[in-house]
T-cell receptor, first 114, second 112 residues
């Protein structure tokens, strides 16, 4: 089955620790995205990548880092510099076609800072 | 002003009712429009795209009014399984990326 996988589903972190969230897709999509969702807020873009070894900051990149060493993989690291990391993190992928192309989402990772 | 604005609800409706959601967007240059559905504690999934001429998919009808920068979603004959949050999404064409802007969502609860 083609799709996007994220792991872990739930993650607990102590303050001051860095954690890395995994995102893998086998849809052969060029573009991948990381979003954060907080209660009562829409999804906000953290980082995106349109090609291997290249990525751009989204609207709320501070305190986060990414890499894109393989087309299939786009891991997100939440660093200790992120002030309020507790949130629902969603990874998505899409083709690069302009217009009406769908973004497919993974099941998400719920990060809680203790 | 938010880029994409929706009434957060909740909309509590009985089974079989017709319900309409509205959404406004601020960027007149926006080119593509979507409704996504998000179940509780799950990921968003595309419900339908919204085309200029309006489009229908079964019980769901989407309309776009570019002049008023307004998008709507109509659900007829509501089912219990329609209970979810409906996200209005606008695609902006800026720079090198096609960026999706998400509304905060409208919560629908269909009651038996």
């Amino acid at each position: 089955d083609g799709g996007i996988t994220q792991s872990p589903k739930y993650l607990f972190r102590k303050e001051g620790q860095n954690v890395t969230l995994s995102c893998e897709q086998n849809l052969n999509h060029d573009a991948m995205y990381w979003y954060r969702q907080d209660p009562g807020q829409g999804l906000r873009l953290i980082y995106y990548s349109q090609i291997v070894n290249d990525f751009q900051k989204g609207d709320i990149a501070e305190g986060y880092s990414v890499s894109r060493e393989k087309k299939e993989s786009f891991p997100l690291t939440v660093t200790s510099a992120q002030k309020n990391p507790t949130a629902f993190y969603l990874c998505a992928s899409s083709t690069l076609t302009s217009g009406y192309n769908e973004q497919f989402f993974g099941p998400g990772t719920r990060l809680t800072v203790l | 002003r938010k880029e994409v604005e929706q009434d957060p609800g909740p909309f509590n409706v009985p089974e079989g009712a017709t319900v309409a959601f509205n959404c406004t967007y601020s960027n007149s240059a926006s080119q593509s429009f979507f409704w996504y559905r998000q179940d509780c504690r799950k990921e968003p999934k595309l419900l339908m795209s919204v085309y200029s001429s309006g489009n229908e998919d079964g019980r769901f009808t989407a309309q776009l009014n570019r002049a008023s920068q307004y998008i709507s979603l109509l659900i007829r004959d509501s089912k219990l399984s329609d209970s979810a949050t409906y996200l209005c999404v606008v695609k902006d064409y800026g720079g090198a990326t096609n960026k999706l802007i998400f509304g905060t969502g409208t919560l629908l609860a269909v009651q038996p």
